[in-house]
């Protein structure tokens, strides 16, 4: 049996987290006016009935225009629908309606997002966003892949909008969400446009702007290139261990090409070992230290790994997934199970898992003959031109050639319209002069590949701009991915499905009744001509444009292999002898390791159990800690509270445990020795952007106690065993601050909590506005570089911002043995009974059992809500 829910820890306060771009376009500032007017409304009785207003009606009937049929919403305890109906028409609208019962204010956001409208909601303080996204041109993409989709696929999202549609006719403004009553104090002129396809389908673009992979990582080196040498950029941003830690696909399978499969044997070439840590559980600094062998860590990231039956106590696989996604209010996903009240070939959907509302289907769970899971495929799909522009022509392979320019007009509420003209190359739209990092990239160019850097050569006359060219930026086919896969009973069917998912580019694994397991690299990967995209390319030259994608056929795949497991972790798909280059910026392995070591370590001394799956996601232990815990067993500072810390460090179990003491120390120290080797005084500071290589940078400092790296002459620092002290007492005059001087009060989970915040309200600056949005803060355990990845940004605090946006354990022997849970609840309305009903399991690494069998189904429902036709 999974675990149940058991109470939650204590809250403790914490300093708003930094979000990125992708996490502010929600913010709004709303007038002193608004907030006496919110005031006034909490004040009064008005809040209850303005609230209560917007919950949906989960029993009885309903008669809707848009029916053929009589559709049947069963809701469990925690809201989640199970939605029957007899035709997929019918089923699609009717998941179009639940969604807009539950979600619609995270529904019409998002869509204005993807369309860069969010001016036309909370005025000129998101025009940046809007220019930006206008400038990527999402909403016109996906407006493309909706007019390419066949027949059946596109009368499945033109039901769910008609069911989206339905609902919105018999509700308007506050009757929605309570969101509408709150902007109507600042934009009483707003009106709810009605849904369509597009509006579900460029949803995907924004999941695939959220695991874009290393545009960041690129612009980060582009952006200090000027400020280091080329070795030292080769220290700061190493290359995958592939000596150390596991990649996902260590041999290839030969499988038929998709389409073409027979019952035949599936031959597997020679297998090569799996790499994976040692690791041994430890009671002190001896054992720790053994059991390293040198430093590990990892960054933030997604977790999936599928076992087979031979490995398991049921003789079946196990499935298990939880995706790392920046930390939302209401959760990113919405949990529904879609049934065909008689599967047949009319009407074939079976399906059980998690979507985003504003988007049919369901992304990533089983049916009743296959269980996916998805991580981020961390491959390089973006890749930065360097640009030489003369007016509106630009250089290309010595001649001058028209920019593509357009002009679009954003609405601002409150305000007047603003013009925006777009300029894009050959390889994608101009987007210096609307970020700063893209901006001081064309003011001071370098480029490079293999892990070099250098200023541009013989670059043409004109003024330099910088392009962006992503795989999402050309239609493609994932809008119908999801629905194959729903559908898909066998390998070659999953596979099938993988063929058509474009972008995001995702690790895919899979499971069956049968017994099988398998994996597939799904995606559009570019195929680079002279550069390798690690860093700016020169635009004006073709050489270093993509010759092209590689073939499906020739991208990674595994079926049964023998060591009867696949861990996915974002880390290394393949080794470096795979023909075609995939990236420079992979994680670097230590979540996969340490996954691959439990799943080895505990099959071999029982059946494996979908506990154990759980077990193993809810696991603490971190790799960063265990190497400071050996990096200081002979360090001695001289002060008393300090070296009573690094007792506690000395004699740690590694877990990043939230009553964990030693773990706050530990964490707070790490991010002290970071700060102090590359930060705090350096004339050109390091990023701190990624955990996952400083760690691996760190490990190999360790190693060289005479690097210039140990030596910061504006903290009076001169070598390591300095270093190592000055960092200790930082670190505990920091926790002291933070927790006071008992070290018996520390603790890990108040310093790393995790506050629930509304990307759009809940960041208003007026205290009674959030109130009415924001929960928590949650405290929580795990952290970067663990597998229970919470991650949290160095430099800038503990606070979780980044989380297992949803947990599954799918056990193919029998679905109702499984579990799930995801951050928040299935609703979106603040105060509603399902807002953040989930987040006591989430926080404590539980799952919800999960009814997928009619019986099971029908023995969790409270509420039925009947939908029928209109007369």
Same mark, same amino acid.
Request: charged share 20%; glycine share 8%.
């Given at each position: 049996?999974?675990?149940?829910?058991?109470?939650?820890?204590?809250?403790?306060?914490?300093?708003?987290?930094?979000?990125?771009?992708?996490?502010?376009?929600?913010?709004?500032?709303?007038?002193?006016?608004?907030?006496?007017?919110?005031?006034?409304?909490?004040?009064?009785?008005?809040?209850?009935?303005?609230?209560?207003?917007?919950? +949906?009606?989960?029993?009885?009937?309903?008669?809707?225009?848009?029916?053929?049929? #009589?559709?049947?919403?069963?809701?469990?305890?925690?809201?989640?629908?199970?939605? =029957?109906?007899?035709?997929?028409?019918?089923?699609?609208?009717?998941?179009?309606?639940?969604?807009?019962?539950?979600?619609?204010?995270?529904?019409?956001?998002?869509?204005?997002?993807?369309?860069?409208?969010?001016?036309?909601?909370?005025?000129?303080?998101?025009?940046?966003?809007?220019?930006?996204?206008?400038?990527?041109?999402?909403?016109?993409?996906?407006?493309?892949?909706?007019?390419?989709?066949?027949?059946?696929?596109?009368?499945?999202?033109?039901?769910?909008? #008609?069911?989206?549609?339905?609902?919105?006719?018999?509700?308007?403004?506050?009757?929605?969400?309570?969101?509408?009553?709150?902007?109507?104090?600042?934009?009483?002129?707003?009106?709810?446009?009605?849904?369509?396809?597009?509006?579900?389908?460029?949803?995907?673009?924004?999941?695939?702007?959220?695991?874009?992979?290393?545009?960041?990582?690129?612009?980060?080196?582009?952006?200090?290139?000027?400020?280091?040498?080329?070795?030292?950029?080769?220290?700061?941003?190493?290359?995958?261990?592939?000596?150390?830690?596991?990649?996902?696909?260590?041999?290839?399978?030969?499988?038929?090409?998709?389409?073409?499969?027979?019952?035949?044997?599936?031959?597997?070439?020679?297998?090569?070992?799996?790499?994976?840590?040692?690791?041994?559980?430890?009671?002190?600094?001896?054992?720790?230290? *053994?059991?390293?062998?040198?430093?590990?860590?990892?960054?933030?990231?997604?977790?999936s790994w599928v076992v087979s039956g031979d490995l398991t106590d049921s003789g079946l696989p196990l499935l298990a997934n939880d995706?790392?996604?920046?930390?939302?209010?209401?959760?990113?996903?919405?949990?529904?199970?879609?049934?065909?009240?008689?599967?047949?070939?009319?009407?074939?959907?079976?399906?059980?898992?998690?979507?985003?509302?504003?988007?049919?289907?369901?992304?990533?769970?089983?049916?009743?003959?296959?269980?996916?899971?998805?991580?981020?495929?961390?491959?390089?799909?973006?890749?930065?031109?360097?640009?030489?522009?003369?007016?509106?022509?630009?250089?290309?392979?010595?001649?001058?050639?028209?920019?593509?320019?357009?002009?679009?007009?954003?609405?601002?509420?409150?305000?007047?319209?603003?013009?925006?003209?777009?300029?894009?190359?050959?390889?994608? +739209?101009?987007?210096?002069?609307?970020?700063?990092?893209?901006?001081?990239?064309?003011?001071?160019?370098?480029?490079?590949?293999?892990?070099?850097?250098? !200023?541009?050569?013989?670059?043409?006359?004109?003024?330099?701009?910088?392009?962006?060219?992503?795989?999402?930026?050309?239609?493609?086919?994932?809008?119908?991915?999801?629905?194959?896969?729903?559908?898909?009973?066998?390998?070659?069917?999953?596979?099938?499905? %993988?063929?058509?998912?474009?972008?995001?580019?995702?690790?895919?694994?899979?499971?069956?009744?049968?017994?099988?397991?398998?994996?597939?690299?799904?995606? =559009?990967?570019?195929?680079?001509?002279?550069?390798?995209?690690?860093? +700016?390319?020169?635009?004006?030259?073709?050489?270093?444009?993509?010759?092209?994608?590689?073939?499906?056929?020739?991208?990674?795949?595994?079926?049964?292999?023998?060591?009867?497991?696949?861990?996915?972790?974002?880390?290394?798909?393949?080794?470096?002898?795979?023909?075609?280059?995939?990236?420079?910026?992979?994680?670097?392995?230590?979540?996969?390791?340490?996954?691959?070591?439990?799943?080895?370590?505990?099959?071999?001394?029982?059946?494996?159990?979908?506990?154990?799956?759980?077990?193993? !996601?809810?696991?603490?232990?971190?790799?960063?800690?265990?190497?400071?815990?050996?990096?200081? %067993?002979?360090?001695?500072?001289?002060?008393?509270?300090?070296?009573?810390?690094?007792?506690?460090?000395?004699?740690?179990?590694?877990?990043?445990?939230?009553?964990?003491?030693?773990?706050?120390?530990?964490?707070?120290?790490?991010?002290?020795?970071?700060?102090?080797?590359?930060?705090?005084?350096?004339?050109?500071?390091?990023?701190?952007?990624?955990?996952?290589?400083?760690?691996?940078?760190?490990?190999?400092?360790?190693?060289?106690?005479?690097?210039?790296?140990?030596?910061?002459? %504006?903290?009076?620092?001169?070598?390591?065993?300095?270093?190592?002290?000055?960092?200790?007492?930082?670190?505990?005059?920091?926790?002291?601050?933070? !927790?006071?001087?008992?070290?018996?009060?520390?603790?890990?989970?108040?310093?790393?909590?995790?506050?629930?915040?509304?990307?759009?309200?809940?960041?208003?600056?007026?205290?009674?506005? #959030?109130?009415?949005?924001?929960?928590?803060?949650?405290?929580?355990?795990?952290?970067? *570089?663990?597998?229970?990845?919470?991650?949290?940004?160095?430099?800038?605090?503990?606070?979780?911002?980044?989380?297992?946006?949803?947990?599954?354990?799918?056990?193919?022997?029998?679905?109702?043995?499984?579990?799930?849970?995801?951050?928040?609840?299935?609703?979106?309305? %603040?105060?509603?009974?399902?807002?953040?009903?989930?987040?006591?399991?989430?926080?404590?690494?539980?799952?919800?059992?999960?009814?997928?069998?009619?019986?099971?189904?029908?023995?969790?429902?409270?509420?039925?809500?009947?939908?029928?036709?209109?007369?």
């Amino acid at each position: 049996m999974l675990k149940t829910a058991t109470a939650p820890l204590e809250t403790a306060e914490e300093a708003p987290p930094r979000r990125s771009i992708g996490r502010r376009i929600g913010i709004t500032l709303f007038s002193v006016v608004a907030g006496v007017v919110a005031l006034a409304l909490v004040a009064t009785g008005f809040l209850a009935f303005t609230i209560q207003r917007s919950f +949906p009606q989960v029993e009885g009937e309903v008669a809707l225009s848009g029916l053929s049929d #009589e559709v049947s919403v069963q809701r469990d305890a925690l809201g989640i629908p199970t939605i =029957t109906a007899a035709t997929p028409s019918d089923l699609f609208f009717a998941q179009g309606y639940v969604h807009a019962q539950d979600r619609f204010w995270e529904m019409d956001f998002r869509r204005h997002v993807t369309s860069g409208r969010v001016s036309e909601i909370f005025g000129e303080s998101q025009l940046a966003t809007d220019r930006f996204l206008r400038t990527l041109g999402w909403r016109e993409i996906a407006e493309q892949e909706v007019a390419a989709l066949d027949d059946e696929t596109l009368a499945y999202y033109e039901a769910y909008a #008609e069911g989206v549609n339905a609902y919105l006719a018999d509700h308007d403004g506050a009757d929605v969400s309570l969101e509408y009553a709150v902007l109507g104090l600042q934009n009483s002129d707003y009106e709810i446009e009605p849904w369509r396809p597009a509006d579900s389908v460029a949803w995907l673009k924004a999941m695939a702007w959220d695991l874009r992979s290393n545009i960041e990582e690129e612009t980060e080196r582009a952006v200090i290139a000027a400020d280091f040498t080329p070795e030292q950029m080769r220290e700061l941003y190493p290359t995958y261990p592939f000596d150390r830690n596991p990649v996902i696909v260590p041999s290839i399978s030969s499988v038929p090409a998709v389409g073409t499969a027979a019952d035949t044997a599936v031959e597997q070439k020679a297998a090569a070992a799996t790499a994976s840590i040692e690791w041994s559980e430890v009671d002190g600094v001896v054992e720790a230290v *053994s059991a390293l062998v040198g430093g590990v860590g990892e960054g933030i990231g997604s977790n999936s790994w599928v076992v087979s039956g031979d490995l398991t106590d049921s003789g079946l696989p196990l499935l298990a997934n939880d995706p790392h996604l920046g930390a939302s209010l209401p959760s990113v996903w919405h949990q529904v199970q879609l049934k065909c009240r008689v599967v047949s070939e009319a009407c074939a959907f079976d399906v059980a898992g998690f979507g985003f509302s504003g988007v049919p289907g369901v992304i990533i769970g089983h049916n009743d003959r296959v269980a996916w899971g998805f991580t981020n495929l961390t491959t390089d799909v973006t890749d930065l031109y360097l640009e030489k522009v003369e007016g509106d022509s630009y250089w290309r392979d010595g001649e001058l050639v028209p920019l593509d320019v357009r002009t679009e007009t954003i609405e601002v509420a409150g305000g007047d319209d603003v013009e925006l003209e777009i300029r894009s190359t050959v390889h994608g +739209p101009i987007i210096s002069g609307l970020t700063d990092d893209h901006t001081a990239i064309a003011d001071d160019p370098w480029t490079g590949s293999g892990g070099g850097v250098e !200023q541009p050569a013989d670059a043409p006359e004109g003024d330099y701009a910088v392009s962006l060219q992503w795989t999402a930026l050309t239609p493609a086919t994932t809008a119908t991915a999801i629905f194959t896969l729903n559908l898909a009973k066998d390998f070659d069917d999953f596979r099938a499905a %993988a063929q058509q998912f474009a972008v995001p580019a995702q690790n895919l694994v899979y499971a069956d009744v049968d017994g099988n397991i398998g994996y597939q690299t799904p995606g =559009t990967l570019p195929i680079r001509g002279a550069g390798d995209g690690s860093m +700016p390319q020169p635009g004006w030259d073709s050489a270093y444009d993509w010759q092209g994608f590689i073939p499906f056929e020739e991208l990674p795949v595994v079926y049964n292999p023998d060591e009867g497991y696949i861990v996915t972790a974002n880390n290394a798909i393949v080794g470096e002898d795979y023909p075609h280059f995939l990236t420079r910026d992979w994680d670097y392995g230590w979540r996969a390791a340490r996954i691959v070591d439990l799943i080895e370590r505990k099959s071999a001394n029982n059946p494996l159990t979908a506990q154990d799956m759980l077990d193993i !996601q809810s696991d603490n232990a971190f790799f960063l800690g265990m190497r400071l815990s050996g990096a200081y %067993a002979e360090v001695e500072t001289g002060d008393e509270g300090t070296d009573a810390a690094l007792d506690l460090l000395r004699t740690w179990d590694a877990q990043n445990d939230a009553d964990s003491p030693a773990a706050a120390y530990a964490n707070v120290l790490w991010d002290e020795l970071a700060g102090n080797l590359f930060v705090t005084g350096r004339e050109n500071p390091v990023p701190l952007s990624d955990q996952a290589r400083l760690f691996l940078v760190v490990d190999e400092l360790l190693r060289e106690p005479a690097s210039p790296w140990w030596t910061n002459e %504006a903290i009076d620092v001169s070598g390591q065993e300095e270093m190592l002290r000055r960092s200790a007492v930082d670190a505990y005059e920091r926790l002291v601050a933070l !927790q006071g001087e008992n070290p018996s009060k520390w603790n890990w989970g108040s310093l790393h909590a995790l506050s629930l915040r509304s990307d759009t309200f809940g960041s208003s600056g007026i205290a009674p506005i #959030e109130w009415l949005f924001n929960r928590g803060p949650v405290p929580a355990g795990g952290g970067s *570089s663990v597998v229970n990845a919470t991650g949290w940004v160095m430099g800038e605090g503990f606070s979780t911002v980044t989380v297992p946006s949803m947990r599954m354990v799918v056990d193919l022997a029998d679905f109702d043995d499984s579990g799930w849970n995801h951050l928040t609840g299935a609703s979106g309305h %603040a105060f509603h009974a399902n807002y953040i009903d989930q987040t006591d399991a989430w926080q404590n690494v539980e799952l919800t059992p999960w009814a997928y069998s009619p019986a099971a189904v029908s023995e969790s429902t409270v509420d039925t809500l009947t939908l029928t036709p209109t007369p």
